[in-house]
């Protein structure tokens, strides 16, 4: 097992480039099965659920190559169903967009219920109303989902919950239908809009990507033979954006899309802490003690619930009380209880908490509960007095890349053990 031995009361300065967005790029992965011939990706991010795609892609006959640490090809001509891709699609949650991919470009899809982080009930009857939608027949049994289709037909599909996933996975599905669909109450993230682009860079005909209506006028195939760079990571922005407000320090975030940080940047600026905007970097400045806030965590362009861990953390330290409200996943709060080992006074009661700010946090054995509770308590860790040691890395390197390493040119004072 690893850990992270964290030594803590560390102020983070410094400059930090953001890698690829990882809920773009495990989208475009199994998009590029859509191809007919061969792609090339880059800035695409060094991290478990990369590499757990290419596993999967690999054992469905995809060709793929490393072309230096973040670019890679894809070659799709040859693509075959296998089983053994059945249970590699269990260990983690983004695997659904197997299906929506399979069905288009093979008219079947066999995958296993998709697992990931524990955040509650996580259903996918959305993505399953858009496939049926389509024309396809849908059957979940014994831990597996089971799609064929003859031909997907374009339809009109009303999403009745704003959700990320179904939005991608129609998206995928309709690429290659007869006639047009329409997508209505999509949900607007900026990876929805990259992998949109990445679509249309292969010669699909998508309009109104982050926006809450996408039109997809199916096309006859995607062609291949071009290069599509992925879109910097929103959260991964964000997570070093609320580092500094955590560890009272100066960092400058680059390779980001500001306009996509604004809700992140409103937050900070209520709490006491300075930006200044550059568009594609972002430079935070703590001074002081951060102030109460309330936060409520909604779809884009609202307060992202993949930061509202990060900032659990800030508000943990801040002056007064602050109030969270989770209106998207049921057991995001889980990292709270790390945190009060460390001496926060937080108390969750359902899907609201209640953050009464104290002055400093203490060094404890803490784990990662999941991916972004992982970033929230490697922060808690450099802010606090003392020596932490963090478990349960796995979670983390779904979503970070180089994570130690960046936090240690920001002045952290950190390691990573086996034990």
């Known amino acids: 097992m690893e850990k992270l031995i964290i030594n803590g009361n560390k102020r983070l300065c410094g400059e930090v480039t953001i890698s690829g967005a990882k809920n773009a790029a495990v989208a475009i992965l199994p998009a590029a099965l859509l191809i007919d011939g061969e792609c090339t990706i880059e800035n695409v991010p060094h991290i478990s659920d990369i590499n757990m795609y290419i596993e999967i892609l690999r054992s469905l006959g995809a060709k793929i190559n490393w072309i230096d640490t973040n670019t890679l090809t894809i070659d799709s001509r040859n693509i075959e169903y296998s089983d053994s891709t059945i249970e590699l699609t269990r260990k983690f949650r983004a695997s659904y967009y197997l299906i929506g991919a399979l069905l288009s470009r093979l008219g079947s899809a066999h995958v296993g219920l998709p697992g990931g982080c524990n955040l509650g009930d996580r259903p996918i009857d959305q993505h399953i109303k858009g496939f049926e939608a389509l024309g396809a027949e849908v059957v979940v049994k014994d831990g597996n989902i089971y799609a064929k289709s003859k031909k997907l037909i374009g339809t009109n599909v009303y999403m009745d919950i704003v959700s990320v996933g179904a939005t991608i996975n ?3 599905s309709a690429v290659l239908a007869n006639g047009t669909t329409t997508i209505e109450n999509a949900a607007k993230e900026p990876h929805i809009v990259d992998v949109a682009n990445f679509l249309n860079t292969m010669g699909a005909n998508i309009k109104g990507a982050g926006t809450d209506i996408i039109k997809i006028k199916g096309v006859k195939k995607l062609h291949g033979d071009t290069t599509y760079s992925v879109v910097p990571d929103q959260i991964e922005a964000g997570t070093f954006m609320l580092a500094a407000m955590a560890t009272k320090g100066d960092i400058t975030i680059k390779n980001c899309i500001s306009k996509h940080l604004e809700s992140v940047s409103a937050k900070i600026i209520e709490m006491g802490g300075i930006i200044e905007d550059y568009n594609d970097s972002v ?3 703590c001074n002081k003690r951060p102030k109460k806030a309330n936060i409520k965590t909604l779809p884009y362009p609202g307060f992202p ?6 900032i659990g953390v800030v508000l943990s330290l801040a002056e ?11 057991s995001r709060f889980q990292y709270t209880y790390e945190l009060n080992k460390m001496g926060a006074n937080i108390t969750p009661q359902g899907k609201t908490a209640i953050f009464e700010g104290v002055e400093k946090l ?3 054995p803490i784990a990662a509960t999941d991916l972004r509770a992982g970033a929230a308590l490697l922060i808690a860790a450099c802010a606090a007095e003392g020596t932490s040691e963090l478990s349960n890395l796995q979670h983390i390197d779904r979503g970070y890349e180089n994570i130690e390493e960046k936090f240690r040119n920001l002045g952290a004072d950190i390691r990573r053990v086996t034990i």
């Open 170 to 172: 129609v998206m995928l």
């Open 305 to 310: 619930t993949d930061l509202q861990p990060q």
């Open 320 to 330: 007064g009380t602050s109030i969270v409200n989770e209106s998207i996943w049921d």
């Open 362 to 364: 203490s060094a404890a």
């Open 283 to 285: 430079r935070v400045i």
